[in-house]
């Protein structure tokens, strides 16, 4: 059975910094894997969408990326702002949707 | 398009009645999933449909716990008897058959006490 893990659990930074969110998983058979936001009382929000035959993708500040082989992916978010808080969730498509505990993103004014 | 569609947002009842939450899907997405998501658990795939089927029910925790697709705009999941443990957010989620990408709902909160 697919296992999601994301690190760390919680991340706090001020404001403008880059940062990456982290995430692996155990199985690398996967179609494809995809990050979500969520916000506190909130339904989650697709961020980016990476097939398992690419390596990486951009949306405005965030960059994610995918190593299959190693069961890795990424998420970078440059010149961070306040907005940006929320809890940032990985999920891996191998025919079922299996996601990580997320992390928690502060980001300080 | 409205994106999934989840009724009802938020339900108080009493211990041992019936729960029934509601997910209307995105039009044209041929893979339907619930979950529920708990502070101690996190997110729990509990079933998924494809194409009206269900495909995987093995997150599905007790005989409580049911789940329908009659059609392609509509399923449910329906909790009976209903216990306060089973107080929690459950999402409906529909999935892009072109790309794959996950689309949720707002999610229902029963409170069962």
């Known amino acids: 059975k697919q296992e999601v893990t994301q690190i760390p659990a919680a991340l706090s930074v001020p404001e403008g910094e880059n940062l990456v969110l982290n995430c692996s998983f155990t199985?690398?058979?996967?179609?494809?894997l995809q990050w979500f936001r969520q916000d506190p009382g909130k339904g989650l929000t697709s961020l980016l969408l990476?097939?398992?035959?690419?390596r990486e993708q951009t949306s405005g500040r965030l960059n994610a990326s995918l190593d299959k082989s190693s069961g890795r992916s990424t998420l970078y978010i440059a010149a961070s702002q306040p907005g940006d808080s929320a809890t940032y969730l990985c999920?891996?498509?191998?025919?079922?949707?299996?996601f990580g505990a997320g992390t928690r993103l502060t980001v300080k004014p | 398009d409205a994106g999934v569609i989840q009724s009802p947002r938020h339900e108080v009842t009493e211990m041992g009645q019936e729960v029934t939450l509601r997910c209307k899907p995105i039009?044209?997405?041929?893979?339907l999933f619930w979950y529920r998501q708990t502070m101690m658990r996190g997110l729990e795939l509990l079933i998924y449909?494809?194409?009206?089927?269900?495909?995987?029910d093995s997150g599905m925790p007790e005989d409580r716990f049911s789940a329908k697709m009659p059609n392609a705009s509509f399923s449910t999941l329906k909790i009976q008897p209903s216990e306060p443990r089973d107080s929690a957010v459950y999402f409906c989620?529909?999935?892009?058959?072109?790309?794959?990408?996950?689309?949720f709902g707002e999610g229902s909160r029963p409170t069962v006490l």
């Open positions: 999920a891996v498509d191998d025919n079922d949707m299996r």
């Open positions: 199985d690398s058979a996967i179609y494809n």
């Open positions: 990476i097939q398992s035959s690419q």
């Open positions: 039009s044209g997405h041929n893979s």
């Open positions: 449909f494809n194409n009206n089927v269900p495909i995987d």
């Open positions: 989620a529909s999935e892009s058959a072109y790309t794959g990408e996950l689309f």
